[in-house]
């Protein structure tokens, strides 16, 4: 293990090797020497100058995670860099170009979903960071298909987030059906919470109002720059009936990361309203439906992102629309992880990025 970070790789008994952040069995995360990874057809190496810290990446550090992991696993799905080497029968990506990439690191693109345009679904997809090896180290392998420019002008520390902005965009605009004039309540003001508040506004949606836990006091200041109307610290108490016509919102977006909010989006949604559920709480629900029931309500999961929504999102970032520089609370070498990874789980942070390509 090194504490170093290898901006090149470095020759160890004639074998390239660097340091990544390897998530090696449950509750185990440390820098360790691994191979640079050697690409395949259609792959591309990418040595990476940012990567930004998830949620998931802390929940696989505390083994706090409902999904399967593949260890040994080098963290890190939400990344860019320049193209170091590329196997490929055309020219639109290049050695020297800045791109971000995609988390479907595998899928059977023969898979119906896949066939439709969403791979996100196949129930094959394996992700950067749990089922392959991810980018929190100096290179990572990617596939070409997961590729995009970085536009002109925009620092390579947020274009590594259009990740979790593809999530909110895809949980919004996608599957949020919020459309102006709407209100909306955002539940959880993490970074996903905090990007989804965004995308509310910019889709125009009227009213904007972000709940959080009385712990959340600073985060709900945050929500102000990113397009909240309102906020509400801790319970909704009589808030939902003195908004409007006091029927509820329009639209739900729970992002938070336990399931007991679910209740609260339930009580809070307007009859023919829509819940989008994209924060992940693998905690039993332990409560009725018969309010969705009720209401007529839709419910509707989110998950992930596809190739047109990231596109959608670097145009967005590039023109200002999404400003991330409000959320991003650190930005580190790859040496400095533990801190990060400490401060986000403390919300001393909302997000870290990491850079593997800078000394300490």
Not at 40 to 50: F, N, P, S, T, Y
Not at 164 to 173: E, L, Q, W
Not at 253 to 264: L, N, Q, R, Y
């Amino acid at each position: 293990m090194s504490e170093g970070v290898e901006q090149s790789p470095v020759q160890n008994d004639g074998v390239e090797t660097m340091t990544a952040l390897v998530n090696y069995e449950s509750e185990s995360v440390e820098l360790q020497e691994v191979e640079v990874p050697e690409i395949k057809d259609g792959q591309a190496l990418l040595r990476v100058e940012a990567v930004g810290v998830c949620g998931s990446d802390i929940h696989q550090w505390h083994g706090s995670n409902s999904w399967e992991v593949n260890y040994p696993v080098t963290l890190g799905h939400e990344f860019g860099g320049v193209i170091e080497e590329i196997d490929s029968d055309d020219d639109e990506f290049q050695p020297g170009d800045r791109v971000v990439s995609e988390t479907a690191a595998v899928i059977d693109e023969k898979n119906p979903l896949s066939r439709q345009g969403k791979y996100n679904l196949d129930p094959t997809r394996l992700g950067f960071g749990y089922g392959v090896d991810g980018a929190m180290a100096s290179y990572v392998a990617v596939p070409e298909r997961c590729l995009h420019h970085v536009p002109e002008g925009l620092p390579m520390e947020q274009a590594a987030l259009t990740e979790p902005c593809s999530v909110a965009y895809n949980a919004v605009v996608e599957n949020g059906d919020v459309k102006p004039g709407n209100d909306v309540l955002i539940i959880g003001p993490g970074q996903i919470g905090l990007l989804a508040t965004t995308m509310a506004a910019e889709s125009g949606a009227s009213n904007v109002v972000v709940n959080g836990l009385p712990q959340d006091a600073e985060r709900l200041e945050t929500a102000y720059e990113m397009g909240a109307t309102d906020t509400v610290e801790g319970e909704l108490g009589d808030y939902v009936d003195e908004l409007g016509d006091g029927l509820g919102f329009d639209c739900v977006i729970d992002a938070s990361g336990v399931m007991a909010t679910f209740e609260t989006a339930m009580a809070a949604v307007r009859p023919n309203g829509h819940i989008t559920k994209v924060g992940w709480g693998p905690q039993d629900l332990n409560a009725t439906l018969d309010p969705i029931v009720g209401k007529g309500v839709t419910v509707q999961g989110s998950f992930s992102h596809n190739w047109s929504v990231w596109e959608n999102v670097l145009t967005m970032l590039s023109t200002g629309q999404i400003d991330v520089e409000p959320i991003i609370g650190n930005v580190a070498p790859l040496s400095e992880w533990r801190e990060c990874f400490e401060g986000m789980h403390d919300r001393e942070y909302v997000k870290c990025v990491l850079k593997p390509g800078e000394e300490q």
